[in-house]
């Protein structure tokens, strides 16, 4: 690890909005990290969090919950949340399989992934975060009901999923094969993370999926 990584890990674990996995939250979200019973949203494989930020600043009646295996990352969204004064922010650093673990059924309200690593390798299969086994695991966190927002650059996860999700007939609630194609583009969609600029200097199309369990 090099020393600015470093710096950022162990600074990471000195901020009040940062836990991992020796920080046991199951079922103590509400009161323990954010005092109050405000519904919460996960961003899964968050990076820097620029989305967990970017929905916080959005929505101040929701908690937000960024999670990466990561800290170095985390670290960016985790200081600009406490720069910028944002209560209904929080990251843990645990691995995503894991997720359960940390996380009472019932919790938890939506999901978003944001450009996650598509995972194309065959043998990979069961790491994507729409696989059926992660599929599952959002079910029995969030119950029957509740959606799951994808935003990806990726041509092959996004087919990928369609046709798991086809596969389990869980309902589609919107399909954008090009965000820019939208005149009346939610702002929520509208926020950029570090991995959607680089992409899209590089002329790559942006896709959005959003899916009810």
Same mark, same amino acid.
């Given at each position: &690890?090099?020393?600015?990584? #470093? ?10 909005n ?10 103590k ?12 949203? *996960?961003? #899964? ?14 929505? =101040? ?10 800290? @170095? ?8 949340? #406490?720069?910028?004064? /944002? $209560? ?16 009472? =059924?019932?919790?938890?309200?939506e ?6 690593? =598509? ?12 696989? =059926? $086994?992660? /599929?599952?695991?959002? *079910? #029995? *966190? &969030? ?6 927002? /994808?935003?990806?650059? @990726? ?5 990928? %999923? ?13 399909? *954008? ?15 950029? %993370?570090y991995?959607e600029?680089?992409?899209?200097? !590089?002329?790559?199309?942006? !896709?959005?999926?959003?899916?009810? /369990?």
């Amino acid at each position: &690890m090099g020393k600015n990584k #470093l710096k950022k890990f162990n600074e990471y674990d000195t901020f009040p909005n940062t836990f991992d996995a020796r920080n046991q939250l199951k079922g103590k979200w509400a009161e323990t990290v954010f005092g109050n019973k405000n519904p919460i949203t *996960l961003e #899964l494989a968050c990076g820097r969090g620029e989305y967990t930020v970017g929905l916080a600043e959005m929505y =101040p009646e929701r908690n937000f919950v960024g999670i990466d295996v990561k800290a @170095s990352r985390m670290w960016q969204g985790a200081k600009f949340a #406490l720069e910028k004064g /944002l $209560k209904n922010v929080a990251f843990i650093r645990i691995q995503i399989d894991f997720l359960n673990d940390y996380f009472a =059924p019932g919790e938890v309200e939506e999901i978003w992934i944001t450009f996650p690593d =598509p995972q194309p390798q065959k043998p990979r299969e069961k790491q994507r975060l729409t696989a =059926p $086994k992660f /599929l599952e695991k959002y *079910l #029995l *966190l &969030m119950g029957k009901g509740h959606c799951v927002n /994808l935003k990806t650059d @990726s041509d092959f996860l996004f087919n990928y %999923t369609m046709q798991t999700i086809q596969d389990k007939d869980i309902i589609i609630r919107e399909v *954008l094969l090009d965000i820019d194609q939208k005149d009346d583009l939610q702002e929520e969609l509208k926020i950029k %993370t570090y991995y959607e600029r680089m992409w899209r200097e !590089k002329g790559i199309v942006i !896709k959005y999926l959003k899916f009810e /369990l």
